[in-house]
């Protein structure tokens, strides 16, 4: 089965603070794992893959295959990042979402 | 480039009443998606096409969701009838070609139902 599991709806830190988004999955292939982004009154959006191995934002996520595990990671987090984030994985060629959790970055 | 349009934005109808849905993808994207995603959850995948073929539709509920893609480019998505549990955003995406191989899914801005 193919699960993608975000422990944590709700997030807040406070600006210039380290955040962790949290994303575990379930697949017994090789998965793709994937984060998108959907900003206030905006569609969701791609913002990181783990294939790219790139930072975006200043975000970055590594691909855990032990802990099976995509966690989103930022060292100082701004105010600006206050969104919903969900992590989701790629298996059979279709595209599975996490529940989500909500970021805010207070001042 | 022109994202992916989705009509109406916003319906509200009653239980029991049948509703339809329409999606444009982005010119070019073989691959086209509709996710339901209920208010607190994440998207949820009913349906994939790969042109005008079904490549995915376990999770629609299809004694009362019916979605086509004839021609390979637009597409609909209609629920008859609809039941209070149908509320939510309904998303169309569209990719070049699955999800795989790091192609993008671009999303539409959802159409919102509210069944009273």
């Known amino acids: 089965a193919q699960r993608v599991t975000q422990p944590e709806k709700l997030l807040s830190v406070f600006k210039g603070a380290p955040v962790e988004l949290k994303c575990n999955y379930s697949?017994?292939?090789?998965?793709?794992l994937f984060w998108y982004v959907q900003y206030s009154r905006q569609r969701l959006q791609l913002l990181l893959r783990h294939i790219s191995r790139e930072s975006i934002k200043g975000f970055t996520a590594d691909l855990n295959k032990g802990e099976t595990s995509f966690h989103l990671k930022k060292p100082f987090a701004q105010e600006e990042d206050s969104a919903m984030y969900y992590c989701?994985?790629?298996?059979?060629?279709?595209?599975?979402f996490g529940a989500g959790t909500r970021l805010t970055v207070k001042p | 480039e022109a994202g992916v349009a989705q009509s109406p934005r916003y319906k509200i109808i009653e239980k029991r009443q049948s509703v339809a849905f329409w999606c444009n993808p982005i010119?070019?994207?073989?691959?086209l998606y509709w996710y339901q995603q209920i208010l607190g959850q994440g998207p949820k995948l009913l349906i994939q096409f790969q042109n005008n073929g079904v490549v995915d539709d376990s999770q629609l509920p299809k004694d009362r969701f019916s979605a086509e893609r004839l021609k390979g480019v637009d597409s609909t998505l209609k629920i008859q009838p609809a039941k209070l549990e149908d509320s939510a955003v309904y998303l169309c995406?569209?990719?070049?070609?699955?999800?795989?191989?790091?192609?993008?899914?671009?999303f539409g801005e959802g159409s919102w139902l509210t069944v009273v």
């Open positions: 010119s070019g994207h073989a691959t």
């Open positions: 995406a569209s990719s070049l070609s699955g999800g795989r191989g790091g192609n993008t899914i671009y």
């Open positions: 989701a994985l790629s298996g059979n060629n279709d595209m599975r």
């Open positions: 697949y017994s292939g090789s998965p793709e």
